[in-house]
């Protein structure tokens, strides 16, 4: 009771000033606190009738005579009624009083007697007590019955305000039914100390119980995921220590169908006068958390083949790397042989068929705990772990380029496909090894080897990457730093057996710091990057200038030939970049020959066509190098248009003594004449290779016989006036 009364005064709100106001509004003053005191010992037996008449006069209602029919609870009634009416004339009329007299009505309210029952027997006190201290006076029967009115009144006011107070309790309870009706949350309050715990029927609803009012804390720690039960307990508790503002805590509940739904509870703890209470929403968030996970799924797996992506092949990688590993286990990276040219001829709707297809292909070909990942285009990474040995991986790569040379029908398409991987393990002596990139390394070994097969990573492909990556760097930066020279070799004709100076090859040259880099180090490095455009411009550009410069000097039928790269005829505006530079130089088209490979015709595209005809257009001749070595048809001569053949220096160099080269070196020489195009042999280093070309008719050779490449200047030195080279 006394925490009630406690939580009663506090919802009263009476301060010590309001209970000043209340007297002043009264007009109290200390003479009437005295007046009374003086009176009250003379009215004790006033009391004691009024009280036997007062229960009398209730006894006649049939609710108070409920409350009243007990012999010793009206007697005890009828004892605290009198200690009532002695505080009342005695006081003081202090905190105390007030808090008593607060108590006694709340007393009356808990038994059952209304705030009328309660008016009415204040009436009747006073009317008693003015009959006896008024007697007969006049006007004192008026003053009661005036008593009797204000009273009733006093009644019909307080029945105003407290219907006024009730409609907007009811108002007030309708409006929070309607909130908990409309909103998505289920709404919990938390008595601790009684661990009583009050839902609402949303909060069942989504668990999908039967509602129920009231339950406890282990009912509802009961139903939380075991995974997910120590974070909520902790959530809780950091709240109620004063470590968190508030609770907020995301967990999985069980459902009425014994599966789980992710909710999100919110609450804050109050200290009320019977105890803590903690009150907040639940909601249900099964619906977020599923596309988080989505989202989550998609930002770690690749759309089209649904494989993990590069992000979730770092967890992956990482979470094997931090394991304590008995086994071994290894990196394969794959990727497709020359996968462009599906896409190009018969369109990415395709080629992405042909990628679900690897995909389910590279799959089958995996064990129990495998991981395979996309890296992106045609590039694919599985991850071995549990490797009894290094050689499982090898059996795994095999199985894969097994199951990809099988042919795959794709929209009506047979297609063969193969791939090249390289394999790495994930440990290297016991210390993790940088797998992604030591198989990458091993898949272009793969891929410099020949393609359709796999490599292993050694220490080796580490350093060459290394030295390839000081080249590139080096070598993008020497133009800049005139690092670049060019030397020329001599191109004779044969007169009567005697050479004589036709023109000159020009041959690239790089000196990094000092040392000149030897030619087969750097021209692939060179060739493998966008460098060789800019390279190969500078080339034409100084060889032109310097042969026009030997023309002007006297060496009129001079010619230069210079080697392209298939870069360069890639460029869309070659043509018109290399009629500047012979305006620029002053250079003949007919004095200029530009070299192209076998290897280079073979990547026919439109473009590579149509750049050749532009430039034999403007009257450069085309040679093609090295013929015999690669694959080049026959159609090929007749296809493109050339001017020149070279026969390659292996086959020079065989001739006279070796038959089989003699006989394919005669054919060749054949096959150019017949066709209309001049032969130049490469690599003659001997006077009987020179004599067997004359016999030949070959009508023009070069090689170490007449001269090494050398830079221009040494080169003018063995110049005769004649013409004839000095051998």
């Known amino acids: 009771m006394k925490n009630e009364l406690k939580a009663l005064l506090e919802r009263v709100s009476l301060k010590a000033e309001d209970i000043q106001v209340r007297k002043r ?4 003053r200390t003479a009437d606190a005295k007046r009374l005191n003086q009176a009250a010992g003379s009215l004790d037996e006033v009391h004691a009738h009024f009280i036997d008449r007062l229960y009398e006069h209730l006894a006649r209602f049939e609710r108070p005579a409920q409350i009243l029919d007990d012999p010793d609870g009206l007697e005890r009634l009828k004892q605290s009624q009198k200690r009532y009416y002695q505080r009342l004339w005695m006081g003081p009329y202090d905190r105390d009083y007030v808090n008593d007299r607060l108590l ?11 705030l009328e029952w309660y008016m009415g027997a204040y009436r009747l006190y006073l009317g008693e007590i003015l009959e006896e201290l008024l007697g007969d006076a006049p006007n004192s029967k008026l003053y009661g019955s005036l008593l009797k009115a204000v009273f009733f009144d006093m009644m019909l006011a307080i029945d105003t305000y407290s219907t006024a107070q009730r409609q907007a309790l009811e108002d007030s309870e309708a409006r929070l039914a309607r909130a908990l009706r409309g909103t998505e949350d289920g709404i919990w309050d938390w008595d601790i100390n009684q661990d009583r715990l009050y839902l609402s029927e949303r909060w069942t609803s989504m668990l999908g119980l039967p509602p129920q009012t009231t339950t406890s804390s282990d009912d509802w720690f009961s139903r939380v995921h075991p995974d997910d039960l120590p974070g909520l307990r902790g959530a809780i508790s950091a709240h109620m220590n004063g470590l968190a503002p508030s609770f907020c805590h995301e967990y999985r509940i069980r459902t009425v169908r014994d599966d789980y739904t992710w909710v999100l509870a919110r609450g804050v703890i109050e200290e009320g006068p019977q105890g803590p209470r903690m009150a907040g929403s639940q909601a249900d968030i099964s619906g977020r958390k599923r596309a988080e996970a989505s989202l989550r799924h998609a930002a770690r797996h690749d759309p089209l083949t649904g494989l993990a992506n590069r992000m979730h092949l770092d967890e992956l990688l990482k979470k094997v790397q931090t394991r304590v590993h008995s086994r071994d286990s290894a990196l394969l990276f794959v990727d497709l042989d020359r996968f462009k040219l599906i896409n190009d001829s018969l369109g990415h709707g395709t080629g992405d068929k042909v990628l679900i297809e690897v995909t389910a292909r590279l799959r089958r070909c995996l064990r129990p705990g495998d991981h395979l990942a996309r890296f992106g285009g045609d590039e694919f990474v599985a991850l071995l772990g549990d490797l009894a040995c290094e050689a499982d991986a090898e059996g795994v790569a095999r199985r894969m380029l097994d199951a990809l040379r099988q042919p795959m029908l794709i929209d009506f398409h047979m297609l063969t496909i193969s791939a090249s991987i390289g394999i790495a393990p994930l440990y290297r002596d016991g210390q993790p090894l940088d797998a992604l990139q030591a198989a990458d390394l091993a898949l272009y070994s793969a891929k410099g080897a020949g393609k359709d097969r796999f490599a292993l990573y050694y220490d080796g492909l580490q350093h060459t990457a290394k030295r390839q990556l000081a080249l590139e760097s080096a070598l993008a930066q020497a133009l800049e730093r005139n690092e670049y020279s060019l030397h020329y070799q001599p191109i004779c004709q044969l007169v009567d057996g005697k050479p004589y100076l036709a023109g000159v090859e020009a041959l690239l040259r790089w000196s990094d710091q000092g040392r000149l880099v030897p030619p087969q180090e750097f021209i692939p490095v060179l060739e493998a990057s966008s460098g060789i455009v800019r390279v190969g411009e500078w080339v034409l550009q100084e060889a032109c200038r310097q042969v026009r410069d030997w023309q002007l000097a006297g060496q009129a039928q001079m010619h230069c030939a210079v080697n ?39 990547q026919d595209s439109m473009l590579v066509r149509n750049n050749l005809q532009r430039i034999a257009g403007l009257g450069v001749r085309l040679a093609l190098d090295d013929f015999g070595t690669g694959y080049c048809s026959l159609g090929y001569l007749k296809r493109f248009p050339l001017h020149i053949l070279k026969v390659d220096r292996s086959f020079i160099s065989g001739t006279p003594e070796n038959a089989e080269s003699l006989v394919i070196s005669r054919a060749i020489i054949g096959l150019g004449q017949s066709l209309g195009l001049s032969v130049v042999a490469e690599g003659v280093e001997e006077q009987a290779q020179l004599d067997f070309l004359t016999a030949e008719h070959c009508p023009f050779v070069q090689g170490y016989w007449f001269s090494r490449p050398i830079p221009a200047a040494q080169l003018q030195e063995m110049f005769s006036e004649s013409g004839a080279f000095n051998v």
């Open 25 to 28: 509004l009264l007009q109290w």
């Open 564 to 602: 392209l790269s298939i870069r360069q005829l890639q460029e869309h505006d070659f043509a018109d970049r290399l009629m500047l530079i012979l305006d620029e130089t002053g250079l003949a088209p007919g004095s200029l020959v530009l070299e192209i490979t076998e290897t280079l015709l073979m």
């Open 104 to 114: 006694v009505g709340l007393v009356h309210q808990r038994v059952g007697v209304d």
